[in-house]
């Protein structure tokens, strides 16, 4: 049987160079993600707070002069960010721990160099996920919310304002989600169709605030789950201060009507499915949510 490692080379092999980088830098991100949460094991919260303020991650080569016995060989750097000088000097405190953490997780570097995270970077966050468990926890604002309270729900009129404007709030979330425009840009133009459908099975949705799941549709399936399976929880996590909450992301394959064409172009409001069979989607996310629960009672 086909290792994952070897699954996802093949994979990248596969992708155009574009898409590989976006699925090399999710993978790079997810190993320092648990390299920090295996280095801080006896306090998780701690872990989570050092990721709620990592702003950013490169891995290279330091092609320096060097002197001594390893001038020879190549040295490799892993550069972090971060906006909390707290946080600084922990990951300082551990930073061998760290390093010998990350290369039981595939990543081996030969340095660990931080850097404090400056001006427009202080708003970018690797890890959304971590910033809204540190928020939860000590019960203050989310970090996308400038008015320093809490980011509100969507009302119950959320449920039936128009698509065109619910993946406008899909078509943010993505961009937050990404290093850059670019990145986000190269995968929602490949982004044939897309819809959000209310799933009606949640307990907190009969609270007022409506829950969706999001399905996505293009020519490539497979390409765009592997994106949507490395980026998809922090899509959800990024829509939820917009106060757009995802419950889960569907790949399909595009038929022959949405082939060659985008959800989301460039200028514009996203387009919206022109035969939006709202009633079998809902079948679908039923289902699934059926399927999931069925796992939970038995175990498996």
């Not at 993978?27 to 919260?45: A, E, G, I, L």
């Not at 427009?120 to 320093?148: W, Y």
């Not at 044939?192 to 549709?217: C, D, I, M, N, Q």
Request: with cysteine; hydrophobic share 40%.
């Amino acid at each position: 049987m086909e290792s994952l490692a070897t699954g996802i080379s093949n994979l990248l092999a596969a992708l155009d160079p574009d898409e590989a980088k976006l699925l090399r830098i999710a993978q790079n991100n997810t190993r320092y993600k648990n390299s920090v949460v295996s280095t801080w094991s006896d306090d998780p919260n701690v872990a989570d707070f050092l990721l709620s303020h990592t702003n950013g991650l490169y891995f290279k080569e330091d092609t320096a002069p060097r002197k001594g016995a390893a001038k020879d060989k190549g040295w490799y750097l892993l550069g972090v960010y971060i906006d909390d000088s707290m946080a600084r000097s922990e990951i300082n405190a551990r930073r061998e721990l760290l390093r010998l953490a990350m290369a039981q997780e595939g990543l081996h570097v030969d340095e660990i160099v931080i850097h404090p995270a400056r001006a427009g970077m202080k708003e970018h966050h690797l890890f959304p996920e971590s910033v809204e468990r540190i928020a939860q926890l000590l019960g203050c604002a989310q970090a996308d919310s400038p008015s320093g309270k809490r980011a509100p729900k969507a009302d119950a009129r959320h449920a039936r304002a128009d698509q065109s404007i619910l993946l406008e709030t899909v078509k943010r979330a993505f961009c937050r989600s990404f290093e850059n425009l670019d990145q986000a840009g190269s995968i929602l133009e490949k982004i044939e169709g897309a819809a959000l459908v209310e799933t009606k099975f949640s307990r907190r949705a009969a609270s007022g605030t409506p829950y969706y799941r999001l399905h996505l549709y293009a020519s490539d399936r497979e390409k765009m789950q592997a994106v949507i399976d490395a980026y998809g929880d922090t899509v959800i996590s990024c829509a939820k201060p917009l106060g757009l909450m995802i419950q889960g992301i569907a790949v399909h394959e595009s038929n022959e009507t949405l082939r060659g064409t985008c959800a989301f172009p460039k200028t514009g409001q996203p387009v919206a499915l022109e035969d939006l069979n709202l009633h079998e989607l809902r079948t679908e996310s039923l289902q699934i949510a059926e399927d999931v629960r069925r796992k939970v009672r038995t175990g498996g």
